[in-house]
């Protein structure tokens, strides 16, 4: 598909041109025309897919191409989690804009509340908005949205994860009628309560899924490495710290327990680091965040209470001492890292009381994840066969020999000895293994 089959207004076609794009992304070619039907859409990407023009086109199409419902109110509202993200949105917005009677106009938190009320006195046609603030302009009852013909929530399942449910729904009451189409974005559709928004702000939508969560992300680099126990555990994270280039690290861990000690580990070997769990008040847990985002801390150990919503560039490592029980959770956390086109590492162990997880994850991901073995720290846990007969299992019986060492390579690629049937994953990903690859 070309650019030309989305029979676009020229005016927009110029733009692509000007921005040299050569055809519609995955994400486009499906997105596109199915939002210029003008049905709601509900669509999962990744960062990167290309999604941003997936919306802007359908959009300036329909602003183009109608008549306005309001002479005064917005036409379009773009509601993004972050102001970096909407800063980036708006200036993509921009070049559309250009060349056309519309106007555009950015509202985010941390900006002069007094000028961005002047500006939405002017009546701007499309406002790409953080929500908290765009919320705080709408009480102030500066300007009105009944007649928005557009509302797009891009990352979706972030503005979630940031806790602005509340803030949606009241955007949703205030231009709730029924010309409004609303374009949903989310890096995941599995998600609570991305289906719980959906179902309040969404008209029978169309589902779109290009990229989805358990696509891999090329700038994660994944290792595992199993582990017998506690120890062997903490003796393969000392290693991988003195081997590593970490700028910062998030170790993820099973505990809350656990994240004190490990820090307290880690400290001891040189890594300021610190814990944060869910026993601490939200004020200390503020200010662990604050700390570590300001680099004063190396390392952050922490429970799942992290795993969403941080967006950290520094973050080069992830490790999972421990594998979340949700397989979609790994996805989360090794994504605290790679960020923004930055390359970034995320290491598991994996040790017996992790194997259950781990085949769930490669189920979930439809892959399987590369064993890595570091040869002064060998592991007799291999993974264990699930189904075979309960007495194997108990005795952790390795289902293959071990993988003999050829290379003098300290750190070489290990195979696992019973491979999780991931071939076998329905379309949820999470269907329960039923045979053994052969
Ligand atoms: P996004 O996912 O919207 O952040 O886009 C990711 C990157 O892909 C951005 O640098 C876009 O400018 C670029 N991009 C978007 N659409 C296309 C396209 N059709 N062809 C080539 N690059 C694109």
Same mark, same amino acid.
């Given at each position: 598909?070309?650019?030309?089959?989305?029979?676009?207004?020229?005016?927009?076609?110029?733009?692509?041109?000007?921005?040299?794009?050569?055809?519609?992304?995955?994400?486009?070619?499906?997105?596109?025309?199915?939002?210029?039907?003008? &049905?709601?859409?509900? %669509?999962?990407?990744?960062?990167?897919?290309?999604?941003?023009?997936?919306?802007?086109?359908?959009?300036?199409?329909?602003?183009?191409?109608?008549?306005?419902?309001?002479?005064?109110?917005?036409?379009?509202?773009?509601? %993004?989690?972050?102001?970096?993200?909407?800063?980036?949105?708006?200036?993509?917005?921009?070049?559309?804009?250009?060349?056309?009677? $519309?106007?555009?106009?950015?509202?985010?938190? +941390?900006?002069?509340?007094?000028?961005?009320?002047?500006?939405?006195?002017?009546?701007?046609?499309?406002?790409?908005?953080?929500?908290?603030?765009?919320?705080?302009?709408?009480?102030? !009852?500066?300007?009105?949205?009944?007649?928005?013909?557009?509302?797009?929530?891009?990352?979706?399942?972030?503005?979630?994860?940031?806790?602005?449910?509340?803030?949606?729904?009241?955007?949703?009451?205030?231009?709730?009628?029924?010309?409004?189409?609303?374009?949903?974005?989310?890096?995941?559709?599995?998600?609570?309560?991305?289906?719980?928004?959906?179902?309040? $702000?969404?008209?029978?939508?169309?589902?779109?899924? /290009? +990229?989805?969560?358990?696509?891999?992300?090329?700038?994660?680099?994944?290792?595992?490495?199993?582990?017998?126990?506690?120890?062997?555990?903490?003796?393969?994270?000392?290693?991988?710290?003195?081997?590593?280039?970490?700028?910062?690290?998030?170790?993820?861990?099973?505990?809350?327990?656990?994240?004190?000690?490990?820090?307290?580990?880690?400290?001891?070997?040189?890594?300021?680091? %610190? #814990?944060?769990?869910?026993?601490?008040?939200? #004020?200390?847990?503020?200010?662990?965040?604050?700390?570590?985002?300001?680099? &004063?801390?190396?390392?952050? /150990?922490?429970?799942?209470?992290?795993?969403?919503?941080?967006?950290?560039?520094?973050?080069?490592? /992830?490790?999972?001492?421990?594998?979340?029980?949700?397989?979609?959770?790994?996805?989360?956390?090794?994504?605290?890292? #790679?960020?923004?086109?930055?390359?970034?590492?995320?290491?598991?162990?994996?040790?017996?009381?992790?194997?259950?997880?781990?085949?769930?994850?490669?189920?979930?991901?439809?892959?399987?994840?590369?064993?890595?073995?570091?040869?002064?720290?060998?592991?007799?846990?291999? +993974? %264990?066969? $699930?189904?075979?007969?309960?007495?194997?299992? !108990?005795?952790? &019986?390795? /289902?293959?020999?071990?993988?003999?060492?050829?290379?003098?390579?300290?750190?070489?690629?290990?195979?696992?000895?019973? !491979?999780?049937?991931?071939?076998?994953?329905?379309?949820? +990903?999470?269907?329960?293994?039923?045979? !053994?690859?052969?």
């Amino acid at each position: 598909m070309l650019f030309h089959d989305l029979a676009l207004d020229p005016r927009l076609v110029r733009s692509i041109q000007h921005l040299g794009f050569a055809k519609p992304t995955p994400i486009q070619q499906e997105a596109v025309p199915a939002a210029m039907t003008g &049905k709601d859409l509900m %669509v999962s990407s990744q960062t990167g897919s290309g999604k941003t023009l997936a919306y802007l086109l359908p959009m300036m199409q329909r602003l183009l191409r109608s008549r306005p419902l309001s002479k005064q109110d917005a036409r379009a509202l773009i509601l %993004v989690p972050t102001r970096e993200l909407a800063h980036q949105v708006y200036a993509k917005l921009r070049l559309f804009v250009a060349n056309t009677p $519309l106007t555009s106009a950015l509202i985010v938190g +941390g900006e002069n509340f007094n000028e961005q009320e002047k500006i939405l006195k002017r009546q701007p046609t499309i406002i790409v908005a953080t929500p908290g603030r765009f919320i705080d302009h709408l009480q102030h !009852k500066t300007f009105f949205i009944q007649g928005l013909e557009m509302l797009i929530l891009d990352e979706a399942d972030r503005m979630l994860d940031l806790g602005f449910m509340p803030q949606l729904n009241e955007i949703n009451k205030a231009a709730d009628h029924r010309l409004r189409q609303t374009l949903m974005f989310s890096a995941t559709l599995d998600h609570a309560e991305v289906n719980e928004l959906a179902m309040s $702000l969404l008209k029978s939508p169309h589902r779109v899924s /290009v +990229g989805a969560s358990y696509q891999q992300h090329e700038d994660i680099e994944q290792r595992c490495y199993f582990a017998d126990h506690l120890s062997h555990k903490e003796a393969l994270l000392a290693y991988l710290l003195k081997q590593e280039q970490i700028s910062q690290l998030i170790i993820f861990t099973a505990t809350r327990e656990d994240t004190d000690r490990l820090a307290k580990l880690c400290d001891s070997m040189g890594y300021p680091a %610190v #814990g944060l769990s869910g026993k601490l008040t939200q #004020g200390q847990r503020n200010s662990v965040m604050q700390n570590f985002a300001a680099n &004063k801390y190396q390392v952050l /150990v922490t429970t799942d209470v992290a795993s969403r919503g941080l967006d950290l560039l520094q973050v080069s490592h /992830v490790v999972n001492f421990d594998l979340p029980k949700h397989a979609e959770e790994y996805v989360h956390r090794i994504g605290r890292t #790679g960020r923004a086109g930055a390359k970034g590492i995320a290491i598991s162990f994996v040790g017996p009381k992790d194997w259950a997880a781990f085949c769930a994850i490669e189920s979930f991901l439809r892959r399987p994840l590369p064993m890595h073995k570091v040869e002064s720290l060998p592991a007799k846990f291999k +993974g %264990v066969d $699930l189904h075979a007969p309960a007495k194997a299992v !108990k005795k952790t &019986k390795p /289902v293959v020999k071990k993988a003999k060492a050829k290379s003098t390579n300290t750190m070489q690629k290990a195979k696992p000895a019973a !491979k999780p049937n991931f071939y076998q994953a329905g379309d949820d +990903g999470m269907t329960p293994v039923k045979k !053994k690859i052969k």
